[in-house]
């Protein structure tokens, strides 16, 4: 069964920073794009970041872009989050997503249960 | 961006009833359009990707069509779990985009 489990959530103060890890079993790692999308207390779903299945290439979009950096660790199946300057409209549920081979190509299937971030002094 | 515009933002209706989700594209995105469920305290999951094709382990109750900028997701005879919050996704252009949802209630 394919599972992605989310950990590191938490409260942090504006301005702060804090790391998210998403840990995948299930399935072969290495050969799947992954991406962060957050939901904003009852609100919608946006999409945050992508990287590819070998960590070569990575997107943001840009309301994140140069505060938040995505890398993974294949040899321990773990996708991360770095998010540093963190403002209270950062205060979300981050969920994992496995994409597919490509970066470019495929949908959100599955989804973690999410870790939630609380941005707030 | 690729605006996606859901509605009705909420569909009141029975269990057994059919449901008619509609998602308009600010620009034409082809087929990449995807539905996805949200039931309450819970991940979102896929049930439509392409428009029209079921992901895996969705019954055949859901249906979705449409190309271009307007697209459709069917539910026919609501059963008391259909009873969620809905939301399309592009994925023709960056960054990816969702539309606001549409929460059918009973």
């Known amino acids: 069964e394919v599972q992605l489990e989310e950990s590191g959530g938490g409260l942090v103060q504006p301005g702060g920073s804090l790391r998210l890890s998403c840990s995948a079993s299930?399935?072969?790692?290495?050969?799947?794009?992954m991406h962060w999308v957050r939901q904003a207390p009852g609100k919608g779903l946006e999409y945050l970041s992508g990287i590819t299945n070998n960590g070569g290439s990575t997107y943001y979009r840009d309301s994140v872009k140069g505060r938040f950096t995505i890398s993974r660790d294949n040899s321990k199946n773990i996708l991360f989050l770095q998010m540093s300057s963190l403002r209270s409209e950062d205060t979300a549920i981050y969920y994992c997503?496995?994409?597919?081979?490509?970066?470019?190509?495929?949908?959100?299937?599955?989804w973690g249960q999410g870790t939630l971030v609380t941005v707030s002094s | 961006e690729v605006v996606l515009t859901q509605s009705p933002a909420t569909l009141s209706l029975s269990p057994g009833e059919r449901a008619t989700l509609s998602c308009r594209a600010s620009q034409s995105i082809s087929v990449y359009l995807g539905w996805y469920q949200q039931r309450p305290g819970q991940a979102p999951r896929l049930l439509i990707y392409d428009a029209s094709k079921r992901a895996t382990g969705i019954p055949a109750r859901f249906s979705g069509s449409g190309s271009g900028t307007d697209f459709t997701l069917t539910i026919n005879g609501l059963e008391p779990e259909d009873f969620a919050v809905y939301y399309c996704?592009?994925?023709?252009?960056?960054?990816?985009?969702f539309g606001p949802g549409t929460q059918v209630d009973i």
């Open positions: 299930g399935f072969t790692f290495t050969l799947y794009a």
């Open positions: 996704q592009q994925r023709s252009n960056w960054p990816r985009t």
């Open positions: 997503v496995r994409g597919s081979e490509r970066l470019d190509l495929g949908w959100f299937d599955p």
